[in-house]
């Protein structure tokens, strides 16, 4: 089955440092990739996708690149402010772009910035 | 836009009793929902695939009779929690597919059973 694993936190860093959060995945064929986050009382927001290999997805300074040899998606941002602190979950889904089936997600990222 | 709204955001329920919890789409038809389960400082666990119009596809391991999904209209589904114990205690998230087949969550319920 399908499977993403995301490096544990909570993540701790200083504003405008480097932001690195790993996730692998596990699965069959071709599948979508996903970041999302989750601000404290709030739904998950979709932060970025890349749906083919070498793809790279991007939005509000954070990254991530599709690397199917590595089968890896890991999240990048160059100076993190304060108010990306928030949980960031790795997410996959093979439904081929239709959104009919559920995503399968990481156990999901804490992210602590300090000023 | 593509708004998914959650109620309530928080219930606190004795064992025993039973607890409805609603999944609405605001501004766009949903055809199909997804109803997750959140441990603490865990992933979220599918817990079932509703679609408009018929039952529910439930995930293995997860008991049909105990959570009850009813899609009645293209903007709300609704998860009853039946016969609640402490173990049903968690955060629940649905999620619905919008026209773009981007998925769209809500922001959770708290369910917490003393």
């Known amino acids: 089955g399908n499977s993403v694993t995301q490096m544990e936190g909570p993540v701790t860093l200083s504003e405008e440092a480097f932001l690195t959060i790993n996730c692998t995945y596990t699965?069959?064929?071709?599948?979508?990739l996903f970041w999302y986050v989750q601000y404290p009382g709030e739904g998950l927001q979709l932060l970025l996708k890349?749906?083919?290999?070498?793809d790279k997805g991007s939005n509000k300074g954070f990254e991530a690149t599709y690397r199917k040899e590595t089968t890896s998606f890991h999240l990048e941002k160059g100076s993190v402010q304060v108010s990306d602190s928030a949980v960031y979950f790795c997410?996959?889904?093979?439904?081929?772009?239709?959104?009919?089936?559920?995503?399968?997600f990481g156990s999901g990222t804490r992210l602590q910035v300090q000023p | 836009g593509a708004v998914v709204s959650q109620h309530p955001s928080r219930v606190i329920c004795k064992s025993g009793t039973s607890v409805k919890i609603e999944c609405r789409s605001l501004?766009?038809?949903?055809?199909?929902m997804f109803w997750y389960r959140q441990f603490p400082k865990k992933s979220l666990m599918l817990m079932a695939t509703?679609?408009?119009?018929?039952?529910?596809?439930?995930e293995q391991g997860v008991e049909k009779d105990k959570f009850l999904i009813n899609h009645a209209s293209l903007t709300l589904s609704t998860l009853t929690v039946t016969s609640a114990h402490p173990e049903d205690s968690s955060f629940y998230i649905c999620?619905?597919?919008?026209?773009?087949?981007?998925?769209?969550f809500g922001p959770g319920t708290r369910l917490t059973v003393t």
């Open positions: 997410a996959l889904s093979d439904d081929g772009g239709t959104g009919r089936r559920a995503l399968t």
């Open positions: 999620s619905a597919r919008g026209r773009t087949y981007e998925q769209y």
């Open positions: 509703s679609n408009e119009g018929s039952k529910a596809t439930y």
């Open positions: 501004d766009f038809q949903a055809t199909t």
């Open positions: 699965a069959t064929g071709y599948p979508s």
């Open positions: 890349a749906t083919k290999a070498d």
